[in-house]
């Protein structure tokens, strides 16, 4: 029953959002794609070169035990792009952008701003849940093409240094091999977990009861489904368009 009503909560919440968005406050989506967007890009980008130079490394114990030195930038390109950036970049976002959210729309709640909105007639999903739902999906389209890049940097920098793999082999390995429709995969699932994120942490958010202790339940709560929704959806859609975009 629990997780029924868990359910309709972010059913009706996901509804609200969506009748809400054409009537959503401009300032507040300015603003959180200010906090969620540029405040997130270094912690991306740094995540990101690091699992490229990860990915490399581990591609490089199948490719170059078989002497296929010249394929590594293309196969650890498209498992990058395709798979793991965007996917480090989602599990850093639900603890960073999701744990902030919901912390926020959980203060909000406990300190009856939500209740005072509503008596001078505003509607709390026009001013704040649609404008932050909106902006964690841009925010996230935003940082995937900068992070993906990064990624592939550091895959670079790692098969130089490690692998002795020089750069110009490792680009003309990715130009042969690495497809426009690996790069739209990879943005697909972005914004997929972007909304995932967005809509589980407005609804831990405004569901917040029962004092202080309950905003750090409820980040917790938020993280914990935010990252088991991102896993979900990374299954079906490899399932459903991998690499057939």
Known sequence: MNSLAAFGQLSLVAARALMAGPRLWGRELMRTLAR???GS???AICVAMATGAIIVLETAAYT????????????????ILREFGPLMVALVMSGWVGASNTAELGNLTLGGQVSALRG??????EVLVAPRLLGTVLAMALIALPADFA???GGVAAARIVLGVEPAMFFHSIDQWVKLRDILEGLLKTVCF???????SSRSGLSTRGGARAVGRSVATSVVQSV???LILDFAITALVGGRL
């Open 120 to 125: 001078l007639g505003a509607d709390p999903y």
């Open 64 to 79: 170059m035990s078989f002497g296929a030195r010249d394929i590594l930038g293309g196969m650890a390109s498209i498992s």
């Open 36 to 38: 969620f967007g540029t």
């Open 228 to 230: 088991v929704a991102v």
């Open 151 to 153: 990624a592939v940097l």
């Open 41 to 43: 890009l270094v912690i």
């Open 194 to 200: 972007g909304a995932a994120i967005g809509l589980l």
